[in-house]
């Protein structure tokens, strides 16, 4: 639905915008440039809060020029730039672009964002967006509210950043859809968001799959991609650009269809994986991360057993294939109570344990007295929605 991502997990804000602000300029009258350009909380920048007692602050490294591939840069001379840093625990390497150095406290990784170590090597840091930022989708926000007014006016238990509209494509250029993006402070999703009054629902966002332009591959940018070019088109090894065959060939499944086709059996398998995986990830993260609001007093056991059983399970590659449709998962609930041996089937349904962990997000995160009813209430509406 949406032609736009803001998914800027690697801080490189810049280029998104830019190119957004382009396509904008071209298409909708001048006034509305301004009204749609995503906006952010004025000299907002990512940090860890000094309250956080997780055990890792991750900070990503990457040279400000995108050719500086700092990411394939010896280790021993890395070091060597970063001698003087405190607190480091570890370093990774992400990918060619990108480093990450993983500090033991929250002050040491702030402190590192602004170290002259990164200056005098025309390097940049960023705290990376999935540690300390959610973004959520609200729907039916109407479309005169420019992305300025909606982020002074939005109310939330958690602290807004960043609102973005969703865009659509057209013939001539880009119309606003009545769907935003709200970037919030902390690892938990609030569940409304209120607006002049009129609560709303915030919906978990999932940032569209990438794609890559050069090998037409899944999960990684042309900007990293060490494969071969291959054509969109015919699946020759040549730019879509250069292509003068007469028939279309999809690299990836073999079919009729650019390679980029939404209507790829290949990519539409890739594209259900990645939400799935996102989301658990999001929940995993949650679930494990101390951030987590307490839930009340009798619903301790229900989160200890989420910490010890259910979120390790999430965050294990997982083989089996999920299926769309929950009635497979609804009737292994209903069996439950009777059939002991029928928790090992839960224990693998990776769908379910997804719509328990939810279960307990929402909890964690809703203000109101969780009764017993109201628990066993949401939790069969997420099982059967
Ligand atoms: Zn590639
Ligand atoms: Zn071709
Ligand atoms: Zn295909």
Request: proline share 5%; charged share 25%.
């Amino acid at each position: 639905m949406s032609s736009e991502s803001d998914g800027d997990e690697d801080g490189s804000k810049k280029s998104p915008v830019d190119l957004k602000k382009r396509r904008l300029d071209t298409s909708i009258k001048s006034n509305d440039v301004d009204k749609y350009k995503p906006y952010s909380k004025p000299d907002y920048k990512r940090s860890y809060p000094d309250n956080s007692n997780k055990e890792e602050f991750p900070v990503y490294v990457q040279g400000i020029k995108p050719e500086d591939k700092i990411g394939n840069k010896n280790p021993l001379q890395l070091s060597k730039i970063f001698k003087n840093v405190k607190g480091i625990k570890e370093c990774r390497r992400i990918n060619a672009a990108k480093i990450m150095l993983v500090f033991k406290q929250a002050a040491a990784a702030n402190d590192f964002l602004s170290h002259v170590s990164l200056r005098d090597n025309n390097m940049k840091a960023f705290v990376p967006a999935s540690s300390v930022e959610r973004v959520g989708k609200i729907r039916f926000i109407p479309k005169e509210c420019s992305n300025a007014d909606l982020y002074h006016k939005l109310m939330a238990d958690s602290e807004i950043v960043g609102v973005r509209r969703f865009m659509k494509r057209t013939g001539d250029g880009l119309e606003p859809l009545t769907t935003i993006s709200v970037t919030f402070v902390g690892t938990v999703l609030p569940q409304y968001v209120y607006l002049d009054n009129w609560r709303y629902r915030v919906f978990t966002y999932i940032p569209p799959l990438m794609q890559c332009f050069k090998c037409m591959g899944f999960r990684h940018s042309a900007k990293v991609c060490r494969n071969d070019q291959v054509c969109s088109k015919c699946s020759g090894g040549h730019s879509y650009k250069e292509c003068s065959a007469e028939f279309l060939k999809c690299v990836n499944c073999g079919g009729d269809h650019l390679a980029v086709s939404r209507f790829c059996p290949q990519k539409a398998a890739q594209i259900k994986k990645h939400e799935n995986n996102y989301s658990s990830k999001m929940y995993s993260t949650v679930l494990l991360s101390s951030d987590f609001p307490p839930l009340l007093p009798n619903d301790k056991s229900v989160v200890k057993l989420a910490h010890n059983k259910l979120a390790p399970s999430t965050v294990q590659p997982k083989k089996q294939k999920l299926s769309q449709n929950s009635s497979h998962s609804s009737t292994a609930v209903q069996s439950a109570p009777s059939n002991i041996g029928s928790y090992d089937q839960l224990i693998k349904d990776d769908q379910f344990l997804s719509k328990i962990i939810k279960t307990l997000v929402m909890l964690g995160n809703s203000n109101t007295a969780n009764t017993t009813a109201h628990i066993k209430e949401i939790l069969i509406q997420n099982l059967t929605k």
